[in-house]
T-cell receptor, first 115, second 111 residues
C-alpha cells in the first residue's frame, strides 16, 4: 500500500521555466492538498481539492495552478518559476467525510530549487 | 483567522528525561486539533486527533491533552528514536477542509 506518492522527489529549475509536480493516492480519499514548507514558516496551504472536480485556493496560491485529474491524482503546476518558489512541496490526502475532521496523510515531499 | 503557536521552537533532552511541548491556538470553533511527527527529509506522520477540552490520547511514550486554549504533548522517558519535529494543527468550525499548522518543535533526545 503506497499511500501518497509524489514525483519528482528533487528538481532544479531556472527562473521562468515551468514544471508540474505530480501526486497520486491509493487510499480512495476524497480530499487532496498541496502544501509548501519553508524554514521558519511552517506548512502553508497552496491549493486544495475537497472532492473530485473541485479546487480551491489556500493561503499562498499565487504563481501556482492545480488540476484534480481524477479521484486519485492532484497535480501542481508552476507556470513561470521564481526563486521565491524554492521550497519543499508536500501533497496530502484525507477521507474528507462530511462532518468529520480526519487526519492528513502526506507524501514524502518534492524538493524544488529555482535558480 | 486561525492561529497556532508552538513552543519551544527547539528542545534538547537526555534519554529518560520527561518533558512537554506546547501548542497554543486561536480558532473560531474548534473542529479538531492534530499532532504530527516529522522526521528529517520525510513528510509529516499523523499521531493524534483531539476534539474537545479534557480529551487525552496516548501512544507509547506520547500523551496528548487538550484545553480550550492549548494542547500539550507529553513525552515520558523519551528515547533517541523520539527525536523529530512535532507539528500541531487545528481545523476550525468554519472550515470543512483547511488545517492551519504551527511552525513545529524540534525535539532532540540524546543517549
Amino acid at each position: 500500500n503506497a499511500g501518497v506518492t509524489q514525483t519528482p522527489k528533487f528538481q532544479v529549475l531556472k527562473t521562468g521555466q515551468s514544471m508540474t509536480l505530480q501526486c497520486a493516492q491509493d487510499m480512495n480519499h476524497n480530499s487532496m492538498y498541496w502544501y509548501r514548507q519553508d524554514p521558519g514558516m511552517g506548512l502553508r496551504l497552496i491549493y486544495y481539492s475537497a472532492s473530485e472536480g473541485t479546487t480551491d485556493k489556500g493561503e499562498v496560491p499565487n504563481g501556482y495552478n492545480v488540476s484534480r485529474l481524477n479521484k486519485r491524482e492532484f497535480s501542481l503546476r508552476l507556470e513561470s518559476a521564481a526563486p521565491s518558489q524554492t521550497s519543499v512541496y508536500f501533497c496530502a490526502s484525507r477521507t474528507g467525510l462530511a462532518g468529520g475532521a480526519g487526519e492528513l496523510f502526506f507524501g514524502e515531499g518534492s524538493r524544488l530549487t529555482v535558480l | 483567522e486561525d492561529q497556532v503557536t508552538q513552543s519551544p521552537e527547539a528542545l534538547r533532552l537526555q534519554e529518560g528525561e520527561s518533558s512537554s511541548l506546547n501548542c497554543s491556538y486561536t480558532v473560531s470553533g474548534l473542529r479538531g486539533l492534530f499532532w504530527y511527527r516529522q522526521d528529517p527529509g520525510k513528510g509529516p506522520e499523523f499521531l493524534f486527533t483531539l476534539y474537545s477540552a479534557g480529551e487525552e490520547k496516548e501512544k507509547e511514550r506520547l500523551k496528548a491533552t487538550l484545553t480550550k486554549k492549548e494542547s500539550f504533548l507529553h513525552i515520558t522517558a523519551p528515547k533517541p528514536e523520539d527525536s523529530a519535529t512535532y507539528l500541531c494543527a487545528v481545523q476550525s468550525g468554519g472550515s470543512n477542509y483547511k488545517l492551519t499548522f504551527g511552525k513545529g518543535t524540534l525535539l532532540t533526545v540524546n543517549p
